[in-house]
């Protein structure tokens, strides 16, 4: 409300107020603090929520979404998450997998980050040479899509060139060690794919429109593949 503190100039309705008959999404809410989690509650049971500075309820129409790289069900163990809370939000819960298991997600959503981040600095998007293609590949991706963003923008920001090399890529979790056998590795990850793939097709009693919607690839993704995991020997 106007006045409710320096600087509050006038009534500014909070963002529960402006997704009103909407969506909102709440990104990590595993690392909100348990008082916050406490005033969460309390807006998802009463459906209302009072401004700063106001003793008026405002009463809410919304979808929420929440997000969070961490289980919760191991964090309510541990006291750091409200149970009740949680199943205030596990309505309908979906698991998605780390990007180290979707290797063909990769390099297009590292080309999706260059050509956002290069419109952003207002410079030509550059091309990932073959090497750094290899090497974004190859890497594990602990912090998964959020690290990509990050090491996608840092290129872009620390160097000019039309062409992003494999130097150029800051790795931070990256093994020193790196003589390894390439071709050993991307195997390992091809085969993680195709686990992925096999178990959520089986999960769906073969249905590949909905397995192809969960995986986010294509059908005709999907059916190329299908065509390399029976290959494989998958039975399929």
Sequence with gaps: EKGAFTGAYKTMPGKFEQAHRGTIL????????????????????????????????????????????????????????????????????????????RVADILPLAHYFIHVYAKQMNKIAPKLSVAASERLLHYSWPGNVRELSNCMQRSLILHQTLQIESKDLCLEHEENNLSGSFDKKINTLVQNEFDVIHHTLQKNRGHRQTTAQILGISERTLRYKLAKMREKGYLI
Excluded: C
């Design 26 to 101: 709440l990104d990590e809410v595993s690392e909100m603090s348990l008082a916050l989690q406490a005033k969460l509650l309390r807006v998802l049971q009463e459906k209302e929520v009072e401004r700063l500075g106001s003793h008026k309820l405002t009463k809410l129409d919304i979808r929420v979404l929440a997000t969070t790289n961490r289980r919760l069900i191991e964090e309510i163990k541990s006291g750091r998450f409200r149970e009740d809370l949680y199943y205030r939000l596990n309505v309908f819960p979906l698991s998605w997998p780390p990007l180290r298991e």
